[in-house]
């Protein structure tokens, strides 16, 4: 398995903003996962993308993908405070083992 | 959606104890399971890929002996800190992935360890 690497590090936002955070990774891959982990809690799964895919909507994340550049981001769109939280991207290469990195830690401000 | 819980949420025991943590898939069953490590601020780090019926497949540099792994059935794993110490403190949780083939893991909601 294969670790993505989630940039920025940290984002802090007022609500209603738009937050973006966006994932490298090295090698191809079958599909690319994106967690939420709010803080002392466990990891929730947000949404997949497969590699022959672009772009995929749900509710109000977008996350897109490029193959090429090997990188994904994860858009949210009118942030709110519940949305302060941990983004893990996981790319996946095929193995049922997930490698996360540090993360992005955003807070959103009322 | 799957639903993964742990057991239990926090523990606090004195060092040179034994803790063990039980994660189980409530709706859907899982030949593999998996345990991970939180440090605060930090990534998770995959200890071991727990499997039905056979041995646990540690990643390098987890010690087999400390942290016992036990995947009696097909939707209970057990992960046992054994003669814990102060330095195992940190946050345990688990995954596991319903037979869907698209490789989306479900995760717990962690166990705190706090060694004295």
């Known amino acids: 398995s294969q670790q993505g690497e989630e940039d920025p590090q940290a984002l802090s936002i007022q609500e209603g903003e738009n937050a973006t955070m966006n994932c490298s990774y090295k090698?191809?891959?079958?599909?690319l996962q994106w967690y939420r982990q709010n803080s002392g809690r466990g990891l929730v799964h947000l949404i997949l993308i497969r590699s022959n895919e672009r772009e995929k909507h749900s509710g109000r994340l977008r996350v897109t993908l490029d193959t090429s550049k090997k990188s994904s981001s994860l858009l949210i769109t009118a942030s709110r405070a519940a949305d302060t939280a941990s983004y893990f991207c996981?790319?996946?290469?095929?193995?049922?083992?997930?490698?996360f990195g540090k993360g992005t830690m955003l807070l959103v401000s009322p | 959606g799957a639903v993964v819980s742990q057991h239990p949420s926090r523990v606090i025991c004195k060092s040179g104890t034994s803790v063990k943590i039980e994660c189980r898939s409530l709706d859907f069953q899982a030949t593999t399971m998996f345990w991970y490590r939180q440090f605060p601020k930090k990534s998770l780090m995959l200890m071991a890929t727990s499997n039905e019926g056979s041995k646990a497949t540690y990643e390098q540099g987890v010690e087999k002996d400390k942290f016992l792994i036990n995947h009696a059935s097909l939707t209970l794993s057990t992960l046992t800190v054994t003669s814990a110490h102060p330095e195992d403190s940190s946050f345990y949780i688990c995954?596991?992935?319903?037979?869907?083939?698209?490789?989306?893991?479900?995760f717990g909601p962690g166990t705190r360890l706090t060694v004295l």
């Open positions: 995954s596991a992935s319903p037979p869907t083939g698209t490789d989306t893991q479900y």
């Open positions: 090698t191809s891959i079958n599909n």
């Open positions: 996981a790319p996946n290469s095929g193995y049922s083992t997930l490698t």
